[in-house]
């Protein structure tokens, strides 16, 4: 079994190990740089920055590395609709409460500035242009094309893999139910997303297109990328092992519940969000059910708990914390630099493949 496969050329990378794009400061220009300088892909996840964010953190990667990386941005259609913020905060008081906030007053504004990005992405020729929740159209993949950049979309079926592979992307990213984070699913009905298993999801989404397939959901380590590539797939993308990497931007009270946790205490929520995400289960979840609050779509009530959120992450208050999380929990290490995370990743799937 090779571990140089068609992504390492496509790519222009070393190891076919991708970095998770994950929203919300963790995929910090040193994160990013560092998987990429370890010959890996880093991401940036940019699906909640601005456009001068965007631009901000890929020139700060620059500065840094001088090889490939990606940006993943966000393809997804957005509520406008706010039809209760006020009544859903009401339920929330004694959260409010207990951080020593006040919700804020006002219907949430929404900004979508995905177009917007892609443009700037191709204006900052970015090697790879990674899409969560959706693909991008044809005429920017053609665009993006015509300036030498890669296009990848993440998938949790294979209906949405054959949707990505006939609009041209150069490569999907299948994303089992045990992924940590936001399912990358395109259509979420009755707030629920695709959670097919990694090892069923990956030789059917294989079978069914034309393009290099990247595997993800639970991967932790080198056994999973030789596992990865018994079932077809080019590689690995790997989210929550990066998650306490030295250079992460992960929140110390997240990094403390993520060793405590293991493969038992993760679960399928839209209580942050509005989009299903798995994560640590947690006192805010728990009142969320209890209380039979039901949440907003996406991204209402994204905005209605980011001021929880960003309390909660002050105080170091990870019960009140969007704490995504994939089932391969007890395979976190502490300490590790990216580096040394690719390093073990790989001398670990070449022992692997020894022993078989």
Same mark, same amino acid.
């Given at each position: 079994m090779n571990l140089?496969?068609?992504?390492?050329?496509?790519?222009d990378i070393e190891f076919p190990i991708i970095q998770a794009?994950?929203?919300?400061?963790?995929?910090?220009p040193e994160l990013v740089a560092a998987v990429s300088d370890a010959g890996g892909l880093g991401t940036l996840a940019a699906g909640y920055l601005t456009p001068d964010g965007t631009r %901000? +953190? #890929?020139?700060?990667?620059?500065?840094?590395t001088d090889r490939p990386f990606s940006v993943n941005l966000f393809r997804v259609e957005m509520e406008q609709e706010d039809q209760g913020t006020a009544s859903v905060q009401e339920k929330l008081l004694s959260i409010y409460e207990d951080l020593g906030i006040s919700p804020t007053t006002g219907k949430p504004k929404v900004k979508d500035y995905y177009e917007e990005q892609f443009d700037l992405l191709i204006e900052e020729r970015v090697p790879v242009i990674s899409t969560t929740f959706g693909v991008p159209d044809k005429e920017q993949v053609r665009r993006a094309h015509e300036h030498g950049l890669k296009l990848?979309?993440?998938v949790t079926?294979?209906? %949405? +893999? #054959?949707?990505?592979?006939?609009?041209g992307v150069d490569s999907v990213v299948a994303q089992g139910g045990e992924a940590g984070g936001h399912r990358g699913t395109f259509d979420v009905i009755d707030g629920k997303g695709a959670a097919i298993g990694t090892f069923a999801l990956i030789p059917q989404v294989v079978d069914h297109v034309s393009i290099p397939v990247i595997a993800a959901g639970g991967i932790m380590d080198g056994r999973g990328l030789v596992a990865a590539r018994a079932l077809g797939a080019d590689g690995i993308q790997l989210g929550t092992r990066f998650l306490n990497a030295v250079e992460s931007g992960t929140d110390p009270a997240y990094k403390k519940e993520l060793l405590e946790s293991d493969e038992e205490s993760t679960e399928i929520t839209t209580a942050f969000s509005g989009r299903p995400a798995r994560a640590i289960r947690n006192r805010f979840m728990g009142f969320l059910k209890a209380n039979q609050i039901e949440p907003h779509s996406y991204p209402i009530q994204n905005l209605i708990t980011k001021e929880i959120r960003a309390a909660a992450k002050?105080?170091?208050?990870?019960e009140y914390l969007?704490?995504?999380?994939g089932q391969g929990n007890r395979l976190i290490k502490e300490g590790q630099t990216a580096e040394e995370i690719i390093k073990e990743i790989i001398t670990e799937a070449e022992?692997?493949?020894g022993q078989l």
């Open positions: 140089k496969t068609d992504i390492c050329s496509l790519f794009g994950m929203a919300g400061g963790i995929t910090t %901000e +953190a #890929i020139r700060k990667i620059r500065e840094r990848v979309t993440m079926t294979v209906k %949405e +893999a #054959i949707q990505a592979d006939e609009v002050q105080q170091g208050k990870a969007s704490l995504w999380s022992k692997t493949m």
